[in-house]
């Protein structure tokens, strides 16, 4: 339950900055016309792509190529955590001392 209700802040989070930022609305408007209670945030948490402004969409292909790197990444992560103990290296000099 928790891991559902951290998402769900997350997300309003994410709508609240991108109500901001994104489509212009006045932080006043946020609470009273949307309902949004959360503050958005100051600043734009991605890594900002080279000549992009903070809070700009990035266009298709771009978020796309970041998507798929990230799930690459994530995979990967997954493949060497899922690996048997005896492939690890092991000193054993260390051990003994």
């Not at 994410?14 to 945030?41: F, N, Y």
């Not at 809070?55 to 298709?60: S, V």
């Not at 060497?80 to 051990?95: N, V």
């Amino acid at each position: 339950m928790a891991g559902h209700q951290l998402h769900k802040h997350a997300d309003h989070l994410a709508a609240a900055s991108e109500a901001l930022h994104v489509v212009g609305w006045r932080k006043a408007a946020l609470r009273r016309d949307l309902g949004i209670t959360l503050k958005p945030l100051d600043r734009d948490p991605l890594t900002i792509p080279p000549g992009m402004a903070p809070w700009e969409p990035w266009p298709a292909h771009l978020a796309a190529e970041r998507f798929e790197e990230a799930l690459r990444d994530l995979l990967r992560a997954r493949h060497e955590m899922s690996q048997p103990a005896d492939d690890l290296e092991y000193d054993h000099s260390e051990a003994a001392e």
